[in-house]
C-alpha cells in the first residue's frame, strides 16, 4: 500500500445520511482535518435536512452520480446498511476514495475478503470503524487492566440488556434491513451491536483460541424475532477467559440519548476488579468507571461517558490518520476480519450444541 498522507484538509463525503449520520458527524464539524464536499443518499429528504449542516458541499443520489461530477473526493464516510457493505465498499474503492466504513464489517469471510482484496488492488485504505474503543471509560478501563492495579487477570463478564421503550427514534427503513439481516441469521444483538463487544474483547486481551455459544431466539411479534437470550464464552490465547450474556427486556425503560441498550464490562484481577456501568444507554448511573482494590473503591467522575463522544473520537482519528499516517486504523479490514471470525465462530458454535470453535477454522 502506497499511502501519501494529505499535506491539506482532506476532501470527504457522506455516503448514507441516516440515523447513525447525527453521531459520526460530530467528528467533522470544526475539523480543520477535513472539507466536507459531497453528500450522497437516494433519499432527497435526508439530503435536504443533512444539507443544512453543510451548505457548501454538492448532494448526489448515487456514489455514481458524485463520480460523474467530477468533484474531488479523498476519503468517504460510509454509513450504508449492512446488507449493502460488501458491494458498496468495493464500489467506493474502485472509485478511488479511502474508506471509513460502519460495522459489521460484513456477513461472511467471502465478502470480507473480497472487500479486503479490492482496497488492495485499487490501492486504498479500508477502515472499519470502531467507536468503542474510543469510549473515554472503556479505554480508562484498558488503562487500569494494564496498569496492574487490579492484580492479573483472571476473566471478564459482559452484559448486554435491549429493552424496548426509551431512547431516540430510529426510523423505520433502518428497521427493515436489520429485519432482512435477521433473516440470514445475523441479528440485531448478537451481530450488529454484538460487534462491538466482540471487538472490545480483542482489543482488551488480544486473539481468542476458543468460542462456545448458546444462541438463543425470542419471537417479538409474529414473524419477527430478536436474538436472545443469548450466551457467549471464550478463551483468548492468553488463557484470559470472558463471558457476555445477551438479555431482553422488552417492557423495560431504559434512559437514554440514543439506542436502549444496557451495557456493561467487568473485568477481574487477582486483587480486584475494574467495572464500566454503562455505554450507550444510561442503566446504572453512577460513575461510568469503578475500581475497586485491596478494599478501596475508586469511582472515576470526570470521564466523558456521553457515547456520541466515542463517535466523534474515532472519526477524529480516522481524518487524523490521513493527514499523518501514523498509528494504528483502530481498525483496519483485516483487523475487522478478526471480529467476523470470532462472530461466525459463535454461530459455528450454537448451531453444533455450544462445542469451542477455533475462530481460525472458520473457512470462506
Ligand atoms: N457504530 C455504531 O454504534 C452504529 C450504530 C448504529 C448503526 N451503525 C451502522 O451504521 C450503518 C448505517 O446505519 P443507520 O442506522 O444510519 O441506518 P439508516 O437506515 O438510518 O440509514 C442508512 C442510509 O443509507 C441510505 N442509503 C441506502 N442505500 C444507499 C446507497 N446505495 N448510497 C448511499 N446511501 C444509501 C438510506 O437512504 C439511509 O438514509 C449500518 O452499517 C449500521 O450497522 C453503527
Redesign the pocket.
Known amino acids: 500500500m502506497t499511502f501519501v498522507p494529505y499535506d491539506r484538509p482532506v476532501r470527504a463525503a457522506f455516503?448514507?445520511?441516516?440515523?447513525?449520520?447525527d453521531?459520526n458527524v460530530r467528528a467533522y464539524r470544526d475539523n480543520p482535518d477535513v472539507e466536507v464536499v459531497a453528500l450522497?443518499?437516494?433519499?432527497a429528504q435526508?439530503r435536504a435536512e443533512r444539507q443544512l449542516d453543510w451548505p457548501d458541499a454538492a448532494t448526489f443520489a448515487?456514489?455514481a452520480d458524485l463520480a460523474a461530477s467530477g468533484i474531488e473526493v479523498d476519503a468517504v464516510e460510509a454509513?450504508?446498511?449492512?446488507p449493502?457493505?460488501a458491494d458498496?465498499v468495493v464500489d467506493l474503492v474502485g472509485r478511488g476514495w479511502h474508506v471509513n466504513l460502519?460495522?459489521?464489517m460484513c456477513n461472511d469471510l467471502a465478502d470480507a475478503n473480497r472487500m479486503i482484496a479490492a482496497a488492495r488492488s485499487n490501492d486504498r485504505v479500508l477502515r472499519v470503524?470502531e467507536?468503542?474503543l474510543f469510549y473515554e471509560p472503556l479505554r480508562k478501563l484498558k488503562e487500569t487492566v494494564e496498569s496492574g492495579e487490579i492484580g492479573e487477570v483472571g476473566g471478564y463478564h459482559m452484559k448486554m440488556v435491549a429493552s424496548g421503550r426509551g431512547g431516540w427514534d430510529?426510523?423505520g427503513?433502518?428497521y427493515e434491513?436489520q429485519f432482512q439481516q435477521m433473516e440470514v441469521g445475523r441479528g440485531i444483538l448478537v451481530f450488529?451491536?454484538g460487534w462491538?463487544k466482540l471487538a472490545t474483547a480483542l482489543w482488551l486481551f488480544g486473539p481468542i483460541r476458543q468460542v462456545r455459544a448458546w444462541i438463543g431466539e425470542t419471537e417479538l411479534v409474529p414473524g419477527i424475532s430478536m436474538d436472545a437470550p443469548t450466551t457467549i464464552l471464550w478463551e483468548h490465547d492468553s488463557g484470559v477467559r470472558g463471558v457476555w450474556d445477551i438479555t431482553l427486556a422488552t417492557d423495560m425503560y431504559l434512559r437514554s440519548d440514543y439506542?436502549t441498550n444496557d451495557e456493561r464490562w467487568e473485568v477481574t484481577g487477582r486483587r480486584g476488579f475494574a467495572r464500566v456501568n454503562r455505554c450507550?444507554g444510561r442503566g446504572i448511573q453512577q460513575p461510568s468507571l469503578e475500581v475497586y482494590a485491596d478494599g478501596e473503591m475508586r469511582s472515576h467522575h470526570a470521564l466523558d461517558d456521553d457515547w456520541a463522544s466515542s463517535?466523534r473520537d474515532s472519526g477524529r482519528h480516522w481524518l487524523r490518520w490521513l493527514r499523518t499516517g501514523e498509528g494504528p486504523l483502530m481498525w483496519s479490514g483485516e483487523e475487522a476480519l478478526d471480529v467476523l471470525r470470532v462472530a461466525l465462530a459463535a454461530y459455528a458454535s450454537s448451531e453444533a450444541g455450544g462445542i469451542g470453535v477455533d475462530p481460525a477454522s472458520i473457512v470462506a
Open positions: 455516503i448514507g445520511l441516516g440515523r447513525i449520520y453521531l450522497v443518499d437516494p433519499s435526508r448515487t456514489s454509513l450504508l446498511p449492512a449493502l457493505h458498496g460502519q460495522k459489521p470503524m467507536n468503542y430510529v426510523p427503513s433502518s434491513w450488529d451491536d462491538h439506542y450507550t463517535f
